[in-house]
């Protein structure tokens, strides 16, 4: 069984990946009614957290978003139009079938569905790690911006202070300058020749 086969049918309901009973049923090839069957006798194993029958209001939103209920040829109507509402597994409930169903298909199966369980979550797990790293970054980012605006404030002061003292030596200059004018426009005291 391929694993993508698997990870197409797991759902998110409640905020949690769940798989649908008649999903589950078709991958342990056997009818779905034996499955709830099993389960029913077997409630105590299967707290609310293991699995939960799903509302009308979920069901519909499931099929509106996926095509979850297909039509599996001309004669059959499996799923089109069904009157009781899907039970829905969490990796838990799933694991905690193979106790139920004693068949070699089914623990195969079984140890196909956690696998992709796992997959998923570990999938999920790096997506979320992901915007922490952003946020690092963009704060780091931040950082590096208003280091670089005070280093360019620190040279844009020191650039005032030059230009400050340039200027003060070009007036101090320019001062020399006119006296040393004033000096030459002077009369002599002196010999005159």
Same mark, same amino acid.
């Given at each position: 069984? @391929?694993?993508?086969?698997?990870? /197409? %049918?797991?759902? @998110?309901?409640?905020?949690?990946?769940?798989?649908?009973?008649?999903?589950?049923?078709?991958?342990?090839?056997?009818?779905?009614?034996?499955?709830?069957?099993?389960? %029913?006798?077997?409630?105590?194993?299967? +707290? /609310?957290?293991?699995?939960?029958?799903?509302t009308r209001e979920e069901y519909n939103s499931l099929r509106?978003?996926?095509?979850?209920?297909?039509?599996?040829?001309?004669?059959?109507?499996?799923?089109?139009?069904?009157?009781? &509402? +899907?039970?829905?597994?969490t990796e838990q409930g799933v694991a905690m079938l193979s106790?139920? &169903?004693? /068949?070699?298909?089914?623990?195969?199966?079984?140890?196909?569905?956690? %696998?992709?369980?796992?997959?998923?979550?570990?999938?999920?797990?790096?997506?979320?790690?992901? +915007?922490? @790293?952003?946020?690092?970054?963009? !704060?780091?980012?931040?950082?590096?911006?208003? &280091?670089?605006?005070?280093?360019?404030?620190?040279?844009n002061d020191l650039s005032e202070d030059t230009r400050r003292?340039?200027? /003060?030596?070009?007036?101090? &200059?320019? !001062?020399?300058? @006119?006296?040393?004018?004033?000096?030459?426009?002077? +009369? %002599?005291?002196?010999?005159?020749?």
């Amino acid at each position: 069984m @391929e694993l993508s086969v698997i990870q /197409s %049918r797991i759902f @998110e309901v409640r905020g949690q990946k769940v798989m649908l009973d008649y999903d589950l049923a078709e991958l342990y090839q056997v009818e779905t009614r034996t499955l709830k069957q099993s389960v %029913r006798r077997n409630i105590n194993r299967f +707290p /609310s957290d293991f699995m939960f029958e799903i509302t009308r209001e979920e069901y519909n939103s499931l099929r509106s978003q996926f095509v979850i209920l297909e039509d599996n040829g001309a004669d059959s109507n499996r799923g089109k139009h069904s009157k009781y &509402l +899907p039970f829905a597994f969490t990796e838990q409930g799933v694991a905690m079938l193979s106790s139920v &169903l004693h /068949s070699e298909a089914a623990i195969e199966i079984n140890i196909a569905i956690i %696998r992709v369980f796992v997959a998923v979550r570990n999938y999920f797990t790096i997506q979320t790690s992901i +915007p922490d @790293e952003i946020r690092q970054l963009k !704060e780091r980012m931040s950082a590096l911006e208003n &280091l670089c605006n005070e280093n360019l404030k620190a040279v844009n002061d020191l650039s005032e202070d030059t230009r400050r003292d340039i200027d /003060s030596v070009y007036i101090a &200059l320019t !001062e020399m300058a @006119e006296r040393k004018k004033q000096l030459e426009n002077r +009369p %002599r005291i002196g010999f005159k020749q």
